[in-house]
């Protein structure tokens, strides 16, 4: 005679409680809540498991009723937590940023990355000096100050209690950044965890600093008919800057452990002095002759194209720091 024992459904009950809060969160009918406000409510589960020990392997259809209550119970106290006094989760929200050209001359962009994606373009016209979209979930800091010569400073406040402030949303953060083409502009980034998309052919750009962090980042250079500088310290994520025909600058690079690639203009008029040799490979373009064995400082020696000395736009590249991730230039 087979012995058809009825198991609780206490577990599978609970998980696909689990699975309806977190959509109910999405839709917008629970407030939002993080991984830290959900685990203050640990002493419910002991008491429920508890109960579904004592019960649920004697009477199976309690273990169904203890699971249904204790879902039921979480999914009220999220829904009343405004009333209860719990104070809700960061929610995601979408703020857009404005700042008139006014009277500025020239602009500096400071930009303290975090975790969210950061994409950087050129307005379309119109009298602005900044159009940003920002998508966020805490605080997002826009301070612009000065009159001719204007700073505009793009950063974020979080919690710094670390990963329990988690929350269950799905909306991705971004922050979308439009600057104004026709101002001589400065760039400083602290680049965070996020990608980075830099497109900045349409720039004026007079510099750009750049401190890069574990997110991978794309950068567009502009061609212009003044040189300018450009400073890039690589993190762990991998690096891709794009260079236009008729480019004429100075690029000073610092790699980490990512990948840096360079990807160059044919014909380019180039010229590479190297500080640093790190573990990591360094393939430079074919063609490029050896002019010194020792510049000047701790240089180890310099290399550049036959056209170099005789060429308009120039492009000097040096490498100050190597890491263990590889450098391509091509």
């Keep these: 005679m087979e012995n058809h024992k009825r198991h609780s459904l206490f577990w599978p009950i609970l998980l696909v409680g689990v699975g309806i809060t977190w959509l109910l969160v999405n839709l917008g009918y629970i407030p939002g809540f993080t991984l830290g406000q959900l685990l203050k409510l640990w002493p419910i589960l002991l008491i429920v498991m508890g109960v579904d020990i004592i019960f649920g392997k004697r009477y199976p259809w309690a273990g169904t009723v203890i699971g249904l209550l204790a879902v039921a119970g979480i999914v009220t106290i999220l829904v009343m937590s405004p009333n209860l006094g719990i104070q809700a989760a960061p929610q995601v929200k979408t703020e857009t940023f404005t700042e008139p050209v006014g009277t500025a001359t020239s602009v500096k962009y400071s930009i303290e990355g975090s975790s969210a994606p950061v994409s950087v373009d050129a307005l379309k016209g119109g009298n602005e000096l900044v159009h940003a979209v920002i998508t966020h979930r805490s605080t997002f800091n826009f301070d612009v100050s000065g009159s001719t010569q204007k700073t505009v400073r793009f950063s974020e406040t979080t919690d710094s209690s670390s990963w329990l402030n988690?929350?269950?949303?799905?909306?991705?953060?971004?922050?979308?950044?439009?600057?104004?083409?026709?101002?001589?502009?400065?760039?400083?980034?602290?680049?965070?965890?996020?990608?980075?998309?830099?497109?900045?052919?349409?720039?004026?750009?007079?510099?750009?600093?750049?401190?890069?962090?574990?997110?991978?980042?794309?950068?567009?250079?502009?061609?212009?008919?003044?040189?300018?500088?450009?400073?890039?310290?690589?993190?762990?994520?991998?690096?891709?800057?794009?260079?236009?025909?008729?480019?004429?600058?100075?690029?000073?690079?610092?790699?980490?452990?990512?990948?840096?690639?360079?990807?160059?203009p044919a014909n380019a008029a180039l010229q590479v002095e190297v500080f640093d040799e790190g573990s990591g490979s360094l393939n430079l373009p074919s063609g490029l002759v050896r002019v010194s064995s020792a510049g000047s400082g701790n240089s180890l020696g310099v290399w550049q194209t036959k056209n170099f000395d005789t060429a308009i736009d120039k492009i000097y590249l040096k490498i100050l720091d190597q890491g263990s991730g590889s450098i391509n230039i091509n």
């Excluded at 991705?172 to 965070?192: Q, Y």
């Excluded at 991998?238 to 000073?252: E, Q, R, Y």
């Design 166 to 264: 988690w929350d269950f949303t799905t909306v991705p953060a971004k922050w979308d950044i439009s600057m104004a083409p026709n101002i001589p502009t400065e760039i400083v980034l602290n680049g965070g965890s996020g990608s980075l998309d830099f497109n900045l052919k349409d720039i004026d750009l007079t510099s750009l600093r750049a401190d890069m962090g574990s997110g991978s980042s794309d950068f567009t250079l502009p061609a212009l008919k003044d040189a300018y500088e450009v400073e890039i310290d690589s993190g762990s994520g991998s690096v891709h800057v794009v260079i236009p025909d008729g480019a004429s600058l100075t690029f000073n690079l610092s790699s980490g452990s990512g990948a840096v690639n360079v990807n160059l």
